[in-house]
Structures are given as structure tokens and as C-alpha cells.
């Protein structure tokens, strides 16, 4: 398991957005092209996960994994998924929208979810120090363990 990243960076092969006076444009296609990203970054590590979950012996190891891998799953199912829908409302909207989806609300809603996807490579990052030292954990200052250490 190699430590991983994370990047509000789009694929270079990726069609530009518009830009205006210079500054990209940070609207649903944007936003969909960092959604698509996270959420490939996100399965990436589900894998990952569950295929350290395929040998598990250690009980305690088994159940920090399971958990990690459906923080990952559920968040791209759920959250993601819901910021998908409000970027494809975003591009498509008309103006007898009610309650439109504003670029900012785009920005709103995409720093929350980062905080969780940042919280789960955080604990996929710990995993891997975990396996390293051979799934024990590693008590620092007398506290608790591995999970409070950065």
C-alpha cells in the first residue's frame, strides 16, 4: 500500500475549462473533474484495503480495515454521489430554477467533502504503518493508539 495524496489537481488530458481574465472557472465541470478524481482515488484504496482484508488474521486488524474501506465506499456512494447530482444541476440549470446550484455552493460543498476524503487517505496512510510494523499498534506518549498519531 503505497501513501497516498490528496490532489484538487485534473487530468491533464481533460478538456480546459473556460477561464476569465485568467482565472480557471470553478463551475460543475470543474467540480466534476475533482469529483472524478477523489472518487478514483477513493476505490483505489477500497481495493486496496480489502485486499489486505483477504489474509487478515488479526481480528482487531480485520475490523480497522472493514471500517476503513466503507468510510471509503460510502462517502463515493453517498456524499460524492450527491455532489455529482449538484454539479450536473449546476451545468443544466435553468433560470425558473427555484434554487439554483451556484458555483459557490459547488465550492462550499466540495471543501466539506475533502475534509472526509482527506480523513480516510489519512487512515489508509495509518493502515500502512500498521502493516508495516506488523499490525501492532504503536502506543505514543501512553494514549491511545496508532489512530491519534499522525
Known amino acids: 500500500m503505497e ?3 490528496v ?18 472557472i ?4 470543474y467540480f466534476l ?4 478524481n477523489q472518487v478514483q482515488t477513493l476505490e483505489n484504496l477500497a481495493e486496496m484495503v480489502e485486499k489486505e482484508l483477504l489474509g487478515c488474521e488479526n481480528e482487531e486488524a480485520c475490523g480497522i480495515l ?7 465506499r460510502l462517502l ?3 456524499k460524492l454521489n450527491q455532489f455529482k447530482g449538484l454539479c450536473l444541476k449546476n451545468i443544466e440549470q435553468s433560470s425558473s430554477d427555484d434554487f439554483p446550484t451556484t ?14 476524503v482527506e480523513d480516510v487517505i489519512s487512515e489508509c496512510n495509518k493502515i ?9 499498534q504503536e502506543m505514543e506518549r501512553g494514549n491511545q493508539a496508532w489512530l491519534d498519531a499522525e
Open 3 to 5: 501513501n497516498l495524496q
Open 7 to 24: 490532489t484538487d489537481e485534473v487530468d491533464a488530458t481533460a478538456q480546459k475549462p473556460e477561464k476569465i481574465d485568467g482565472e480557471e
Open 26 to 29: 470553478k463551475d460543475g465541470h
Open 33 to 36: 473533474k475533482l469529483h472524478s
Open 66 to 72: 472493514r471500517a476503513a474501506s466503507g468510510k471509503a
Open 76 to 78: 463515493v456512494a453517498q
Open 103 to 116: 458555483n459557490e455552493d459547488l465550492a462550499g460543498f466540495w471543501d466539506m467533502v475533502m475534509i472526509q
Open 128 to 136: 500502512k504503518k500498521l502493516k508495516n510494523n506488523n499490525w501492532k
